[in-house]
């Protein structure tokens, strides 16, 4: 079993910078894939951007691609996510989610087992 808990969420003002961090716990914990998806109200759970230990890769959403930044910690089994230039739009519910999706499942919620609790992040415009 592998927990998730997410933290660095919080307000801030458009054009501002929030970091998240994700750490993992558990005895699978190294090795999976690890990614940051969100939530808006009303809306569906978005991929955002996701780290895969197996390649040592990235990959983002185009929504967010040039702005956030995803990195991990292997040693600490924590996955970050610096947002810089934030947007009103980026307004959500940020999840961590990790698992062993494959090629095809990567940005999609169906590729991860386990999930974090969520932090919200609130941009004002």
């Known amino acids: 079993q592998v927990q998730l808990v997410e933290s660095g969420g919080g307000l801030v003002q458009a054009g501002g910078s929030l970091r998240l961090s994700c750490a993992a716990s558990?005895?699978?914990?190294?090795?999976?894939?690890m990614s940051w998806f969100r939530q808006a109200p009303g809306k569906e759970r978005d991929f955002v951007a996701a780290?895969?230990?197996?390649?040592?890769?990235?990959d983002y959403s185009e929504s967010v691609r040039g702005r956030f930044t995803i990195t991990r910690d292997n040693a600490k089994n924590t996955v970050y996510l610096q947002m810089n230039d934030l947007l009103h739009e980026d307004t959500a519910v940020y999840f961590c989610?990790?698992?062993?999706?494959?090629?095809?499942?990567?940005?999609?919620?169906?590729?991860?087992?386990?999930w974090g609790q969520g932090t919200q992040v609130t941009v004002s415009s």
């Open positions: 989610a990790a698992g062993r999706p494959g090629t095809s499942s990567l940005r999609v919620r169906s590729g991860y087992v386990y």
């Open positions: 558990g005895r699978t914990a190294s090795g999976l894939t």
């Open positions: 780290f895969r230990w197996s390649t040592i890769t990235t």
